[in-house]
């Protein structure tokens, strides 16, 4: 794995609850990390779509995490409309230096990692998701 790879699985972010999670309690299991913001219309566009991705295949073993690059309150706001099944935690405006550590190039938003259950990126996506990217990514055998 390389050393932002490495690097990632160290990090802890806070849930709005006020609580830490830990990155490496995802490790084992393939991951697909989303970062996103509530003031980003690509990111709120495909949460829904994320959201049923990972309860189809969470039974397989599939994880997901949304980081949100944005501020708690935004945050509690959307989720009190638009409630998600998978972990949120919040990265805040560093979340930017975090997505770019894993190869998001122009630091833009939404943009997606795919861990293997080892913990090394096997796919990256800038931009929004398409029901084809997460059919494939469905269909991995990791």
Do not use: H, Y
């Amino acid at each position: 794995m390389s050393d932002a790879e490495n690097q990632f699985w160290l990090q802890s972010f806070t849930v709005l609850d006020g609580t830490q999670l830990t990155a490496s309690s995802f490790k084992g299991k393939p991951l697909l990390l989303n970062f996103w913001a509530t003031w980003c219309p690509p990111c709120i566009e495909e949460l829904p779509a994320i959201n049923a991705f990972f309860n189809q295949n969470k039974a397989k073993g599939w994880q997901v995490l949304g980081l949100a690059v944005d501020q708690a309150g935004a945050v509690r706001r959307f989720l009190n409309q638009t409630p998600l099944d998978f972990s949120i935690a919040m990265a805040g405006f560093p979340g930017i230096d975090v997505s770019k550590s894993l190869g998001n190039l122009t630091g833009g938003l939404p943009f997606t990692v795919i861990f293997d259950a080892a913990g090394a990126v096997i796919q990256r996506k800038m931009g929004k998701l398409n029901a084809n990217d997460l059919q494939v990514w469905s269909d991995l055998k990791i």
